[in-house]
């Protein structure tokens, strides 16, 4: 009876083993999904050979020459490819790496002896989304992505299903108090913008923004249950952008400036680290 349940494939490009972890916190529900699948190669079993599959997973970004090479295979081996989390969806942290050339990153960490095995994986130019080199089916967002979005997905694929798409931004879902963002005026929402560092103390129940620290919710879309903001931590953008926005981190420069005062955009320190942190690798407007 096992060789009829649908087969599923974990691939791992350039990323940290979080979106995996986020995976086997079914916990409970693991035994359910199992149930349902079969693994294949995946990194729970350590079954090295690809073969033909209904669902594949890519965790990571594709940062490198093994990554390209990996994606391209899972493609032509799947029924189905998922993009499990940030990295492979919109470059995510490894992304980042994109602000500098690859040959000044890799002088930067190995100094003058930068390994040149063949056998090693050779560094791409830069980082590059898994939709830009092959055909994604479904993207998981998320950095991680929650449990219950990996499951829900997983269960649409094998119940032939769509997943609704989220279409609003994370306000709605953040249980913060919004007064004085919502009102409208002729002032200045804040003073300037801050740091979480320099306030003496955070108000955990009302919205950053009108605290005057730097929160990504209102430009990235609804979705992982205001997961840092229910911890006291505003939001930094890990789901991406609010669908049909085609860059994230834009439209934060662009809302942040209407809610300070002219020239405090000056003080917003690492603006690009916080507005293009998920996104860089994606984001049309970032490339030379
Ligand atoms: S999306 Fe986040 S958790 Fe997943 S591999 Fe990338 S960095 Fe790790
Ligand atoms: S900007 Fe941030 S803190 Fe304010 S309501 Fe939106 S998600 Fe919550
Ligand atoms: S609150 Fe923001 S940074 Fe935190 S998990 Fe949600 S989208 Fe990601």
């Known amino acids: ?35 349902l699948i079969e693994f294949r190669r995946c990194p729970f079993n350590d079954v090295r050979e690809l073969e033909h599959v209904t669902v594949g997973m890519l965790e990571g970004a594709l940062s490198t020459d093994h990554d390209m090479k990996l994606a391209k295979e899972m493609r032509e081996k799947c029924d189905v490819l998922v993009s499990l989390g940030t990295c492979p969806s919109y470059g995510g942290i490894p992304g980042m790496r ?36 092959v055909k994604v ?7 991680p992505p929650t449990t219950e979005k990996i499951k829900e997905t997983l269960v649409a694929i094998l119940e032939g299903k769509k997943v609704p798409e989220k279409t609003r931004n994370l306000c709605v879902e953040c249980p913060r108090t919004k007064e004085s963002i919502l009102t ?18 955070i108000d955990p129940t009302r919205c950053f923004l009108e605290q005057g620290v730097v929160c990504m919710g209102l430009v990235t879309v609804e979705g992982c249950n ?14 991406g952008p609010v669908p049909g926005v085609p860059s994230q981190g834009n439209k934060l420069i662009d809302a942040v400036a209407t809610l300070i005062p002219s020239g405090a955009l000056m003080f917003f320190e690492d603006s690009v680290g916080i507005a293009f942190r998920y996104t860089h690798a994606a984001d049309e407007s970032m490339r030379k």
């Open 98 to 133: 994109n602000f500098q050339d690859s040959k000044t990153i890799c002088e930067d960490v190995y100094g003058r002896r930068v390994p040149d095995d063949e056998e090693l994986p050779q560094l791409l130019p830069a980082v590059v989304t898994l939709a830009s080199v």
């Open 226 to 239: 205001a997961r840092c903001l229910g911890d006291n931590m505003p939001c930094r953008g890990c789901m």
């Open 184 to 201: 409208p005026r002729r002032g200045f929402l804040t003073q300037g913008v801050r740091s979480v560092m320099e306030l003496d103390e």
């Open 1 to 35: 009876m096992s060789e009829q349940k649908p087969t599923v494939a974990i691939g791992l490009l350039s990323g940290c083993f979080g979106c995996l972890m986020s995976f086997l916190d079914l916990a409970d529900d693991l035994a359910e999904v199992f149930n």
């Open 137 to 143: 089916d479904y993207f998981i967002r998320g950095c």
